[in-house]
Each structure stands twice: as C-alpha cells, then as structure tokens.
C-alpha cells in the first residue's frame, strides 16, 4: 500500500512531495503530462514564499545568489505603484523565476528526496474505502493509498470525484493578452526601462497601468523575452481564434491610444488570451482520506501573482501534518487544522485579488476611487497594510493571544551556537520541528519529544523570545510562557511522547 499519493507534478504536488519526503514519508507523485512543460504562467514568486524556499535551502538554487532574500523596494497593487521604501519593516519579497524553473528545480528535489515521480500517468477516477482510497488510471492501472491527495489544479479531476463543491464566481467581462515581443531600441526610455510611447509618454517597468480604456503592462525581464500585456473590458465576446501578434498590437493602440511596433522574438514565444476570470475556493478541503492543495483547492486571477505564495505554503502546512498522521504520532484533529489554518488564508488572496480587479476595472467611478486610494497610499500605514496583505505577513494561524510570535512566521533570527552565527533559515533545511534555546533551561522539558523535535541551545539574535518553538512550516508553536505551557504546545503539535 502506497502511504500517500499525490495527483499532479505542478509546483505545489511536488512541494508537497519534497516536504513528505523530508517528513519520512515517501510519496508517488502521479502527472497525466509525460514530459514536463506546457503554457508558461508564472513569471515569479511574490510574498513570503521567497522566505519558505529560502529556509528549505531552495532559494539559492532559483536565484543563483548565495546572499539571503532581500525585501523589494517597490510593488504594484490593483495597478498602484507601491513605494516599500517608506516601510520601517517591509514583508515584500520577490524572485523573478518562471514556473518552469521552479517545476524543474522543485523535481530536482524531489528526486534527491527519493520521491517515485511518475509521468504520464493520468488519473480517471478514486474510491474512498474506511481504510484507504483506491485510484483508476487511464491505462487500467489501479493504485491503492492511505491517502490521496489533489494537487492537479483548478480543473481538478480529484475534487469532482471527490464530490468536494467548488464554489464561487466567474466574471466573464475582461479579457487579458500576453505576448513575448521585440520593441525598437527608440520606443524604450533608457533610464527608467520603461516603453515610450510617443504621444501617450512612459509605460513603466513591471508595473499595471490604467488607462481610460484598458490596462497595461511591460515587463523587460533581464536575460529572457520581454512581455507586454492587456486588459480590456470589451462590450462583445472575444473570439476563440487562436491569438497573433497583431490582435496584441491592436489592443495596446486601444488602451495607450498608440501604435507601437511591437515584433515578435526569434524563438518560441508565448501568445495568450484569456477571457473572464474564475474566483472560487473549495466547500472542503478533505474528504475522508482525500485532501486538496493548490489550485485544485482555490483559484483567483492571477493580478499581483499571490497563487504560488499561497498554494505552496498549503503544500508546507499540509506535509508535515500528513506525515504525522501516516507515521502514527498526530495528535487527533492536527490534519484538520490544514483547513481552518489555510482557508481564511486563500480568502484573503481572493479578497485582494477582487479589491485589484474593481481597482483596475473601467468607469468614472473607479477613476474617483482611484483618487481617493492614491491618496491612502501615501500613508506608511496604509501601504504597509496593503504590504502584509499581498505577501501574507500578516497572517496568524489560532494561537494563544498571550504569545506574541505563537501562530506567525518565524523571524529571520540567528542562533549563536556550538557551531557559531547560524540563520533560522540553515536549520530549518531539514523540517524538523525545532526548539531553539536560549538560556538552556527549556530542552529538558522538551527532552521526551526528541525524536521529533530537535533542540539547538545558544542565544538568539533578531527576536525578543528567550526560547522558540518552531513547526515544520517554519511558523511559531510557542514562544512565552512557562514549563506548562511549552509541554502543552509540544502535546498539541506533535502529540504525545512515546
Ligand atoms: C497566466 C497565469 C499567470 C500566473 N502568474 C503567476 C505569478 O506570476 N505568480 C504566481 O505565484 N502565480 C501565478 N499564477 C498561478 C500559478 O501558475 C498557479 O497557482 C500554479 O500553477 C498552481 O500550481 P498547482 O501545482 O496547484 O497546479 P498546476 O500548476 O495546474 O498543476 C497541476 C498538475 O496536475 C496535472 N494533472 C491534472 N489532472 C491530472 C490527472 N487527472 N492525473 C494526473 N495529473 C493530472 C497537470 O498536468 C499539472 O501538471 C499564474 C497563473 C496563470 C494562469
């Protein structure tokens, strides 16, 4: 019997994959597509992510820098420029990499995990059994699993035949263009990167701007074919033709009110269009042995790329609960705590993106709205609210109101030790769960959970806690109180001694 399988090789089946298999768990990971590829979408991780990737020692692979994440100086929200220079604590992190790399790398790891990926397999239908869930493979293969989980996106074939509810919205009104192009070395402004557009003025650098009639966005990215794209919110339905260069074109000449002559790169290129926008979030996120993570739980548009952040700190939350819960050692309710911690999570990304879709969204009412938002956005306060929002550092999962870190990302803190300055970051590589110590008088309550949690004793730096409990995800268990409570937080998150 397989312990767990995962349906899906998109980035947040393979993270969930790597955080198993660092659990103890070994998953088999089955993807319908047998090689990888298809449609580029995401063009980076935007959020705390970049922090997670960072302390699974992730981070340095996707960016080639051996210096850890920096926050970003300046963002976009609902087609805002954000200014993050005026923060005193910015949460905002950015890394520029395709989805394809982060695929690629996420299966790297994966491998070196000893997970069973295999390609090519597509699943056409599950049977939940008290004891286990039983899959059919297209090739009349059937598979046999304690658990299964969906992480094949947001046409999921796991949650309908799961009989898991999808509710939400669908607005068909915009429609979105996205080409890789060539510009003219006279059409860019050599000091901000921007595009010139003669008669309109400066279409800045990854940003969205609006304008009467559209948005619009020019993203040169270093080293890789530049993209510009559009949002319209057309009277008639666009067509179903595939989409051309010059459909693009035209688009940009209606919202910039000019005509640029935009070419195409030698080379494959990507020419998208998508109509309308899906908004929904899963009625359950388990069904007996069956669980969802990623888009096959929830989908949003992809304004201010929030998907990834979220689906793979779902795929962090949900793998070391799961492999508590195959190895025997969950406390009973920890894998439903999947749920209640992640989904005011994922309905907070569909409230930003929402928020961003009326922001950028046509009419003289918007516009007035438009003005009274950039007025607030001068607030240091109210950019970094917006901040927390979109790179989720404002998120705390249930926890005791009287621990000020319980239930929040753990800080970047250093731990002075036997083996001398040391990042959080270094120590979470393994996702052990960790008592960091700082006076040395909290590792003998925590002695009879060692072969779950790992202590490390020395003092810390970047946090006011003395001594810190960090789970798996790399989010706080506890960090204030006395031997009770500690024994308590230890009881809860990784059950009982044994
Ligand atoms: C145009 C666009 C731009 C985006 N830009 C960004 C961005 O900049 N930043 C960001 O963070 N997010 C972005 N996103 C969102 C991001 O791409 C998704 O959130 C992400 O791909 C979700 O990953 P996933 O692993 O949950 O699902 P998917 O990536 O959809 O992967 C699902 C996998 O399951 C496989 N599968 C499906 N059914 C079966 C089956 N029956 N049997 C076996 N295998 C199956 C599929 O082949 C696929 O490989 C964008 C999305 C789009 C569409």
Partial sequence: MIDVLIVGAGPNGLMLACELALAGVHPVVLERQPTPGGEPRANGLVGQVVRLLDRRGLYARLSGDGAPPSPQPA?????????????????????????????????????????????????VHLRQRPDAVEVDLADGTRLTALFLVGADGGRSVVRRIAGIEFPGVTNDRSVSRTATVTV????????????????????PPFQHTRTPRGLIAWAPFPGRPALVSTTEWPDAASDETPMTLAELRASVARVLGVDLPLGAPDGPGLLRRLTGRNTRIAARYRAARVLLVGDAAHVHPAIGGPGLNLGLQDAANLGWKLAATVRGWAPPGLLDTYETERRPVAERVVMSTQAQSALIGPGEEITGLRALFAELLRKPEVTGHVAALMSGADVRYPADPADPLAGR?????????????????????????????????????????????????GPLEGTPATALLVRPDCFVAWSAGDADTLRAALTRHFGRPL
Avoid: C, K
């Fill in 184 to 203: 003219p070395a006279s059409f860019l402004d050599p000091e901000t990167g921007g595009l010139l557009a003669p008669g309109y003025g400066i279409v």
């Fill in 409 to 457: 990302s753990a800080p970047d803190l250093i731990v002075h030790g036997d083996r001398g300055a040391v990042r959080l970051a270094e120590l979470t590589r393994t996702a052990r769960p960790l008592l960091l110590d700082s006076t040395g008088t909290w590792a003998a309550v925590a002695a009879p959970w060692r072969d779950r949690v790992d202590v490390v004793t």
């Fill in 75 to 123: 963002f976009t929200f609902g087609a805002f420029p954000l200014d993050l220079t005026m923060l005193a604590d910015n949460p905002h992190y950015v890394l520029g990499v395709p989805q394809a790399q982060l695929e690629a790398t996420l299966a790297a790891r994966a491998a070196e995990l000893g997970v069973d990926l295999r390609r090519g397999h597509e699943v």
